[in-house]
């Protein structure tokens, strides 16, 4: 009479350990086939980066004290992937563009296209190998003989810039297709500006 008991508790603790054991595989399953992405994702927001910087230098002057070498201090400004999304990149250049405009600092720009007269666009000729390599399969994979209109156009259409003044149209480009160049990725950040000066780093802080 107790075997009989026994074997029941025997069959119930199996029963218990093959479900518990059912329920981890299961979702062990969805952690590492159904929600890969999702948590490849946020493996990648939580990396860590390291960024090196130049020590300064000693300052050298002359026999008169006339500075010969000194330290000037200058701002960046980086876009970092891991805090814009797709879908606002193209109205934080514009806005970055219109504040660099009005401090009169400078940005980097290498797009080989410039504009002309009436919006008209043209090549920069001395940019020959710039103008090769955008033409090229790997890049926009047009004809050598295409015309800076009809690349400008293709960029448009690629970074979906048409909603945007003409005459803003082309520096958004010109940004966005540096940004590709350089390989702006959550882990390369891109530099928009060099040497900027702590009057217009406030405007942009600010901002």
């Known amino acids: 009479m107790e075997a009989k008991p026994q074997k029941r508790r025997y069959i119930f603790l199996m029963t218990l350990i093959l479900v518990?054991?059912?329920?981890?595989?299961?979702r062990l399953i969805q952690w590492q086939v159904m929600q890969t992405e999702l948590y490849n994702s946020i493996a990648g927001d939580t990396d860590t980066y390291t960024i090196t910087g130049e020590a300064i230098r000693g300052e050298i002057f002359d026999i008169n004290g006339e500075p010969l070498a000194l330290n000037l201090t200058g701002y960046?400004?980086?876009?970092?992937?891991?805090?814009?999304?797709?879908e606002e990149l193209n109205d934080i250049i514009a806005r970055l563009l219109e504040i660099t405009e009005q401090?009169?600092?400078?940005?980097?720009?290498e797009l080989p296209i410039l504009t002309g007269e009436r919006g008209s666009y043209f090549f920069d000729e001395e940019k020959k190998e710039e103008?090769?390599?955008?033409?090229?399969?790997?890049?926009?994979?047009m004809n050598p003989y295409s015309s800076a209109k009809e690349c400008m156009a293709r960029l448009v259409e690629k970074y979906e810039c048409g909603d945007y003044p003409v005459s803003q149209q082309r520096d958004i480009v010109s940004v966005r297709y540096n940004m590709a160049q350089t390989g702006f990725r959550r882990?390369?950040?891109?530099?928009?500006?060099?040497?900027?000066?702590?009057?217009?780093?406030s405007v942009i802080s600010e901002r």
Do not use: H, T
């Open 20 to 26: 518990i054991a059912a329920v981890f595989l299961a």
């Open 76 to 86: 960046k400004i980086v876009l970092n992937k891991l805090f814009i999304n797709d």
């Open 103 to 109: 401090c009169g600092e400078k940005w980097i720009d």
């Open 131 to 141: 103008i090769s390599e955008m033409k090229s399969r790997s890049n926009l994979n």
């Open 187 to 201: 882990s390369q950040p891109y530099v928009f500006a060099e040497g900027i000066s702590e009057q217009a780093m």
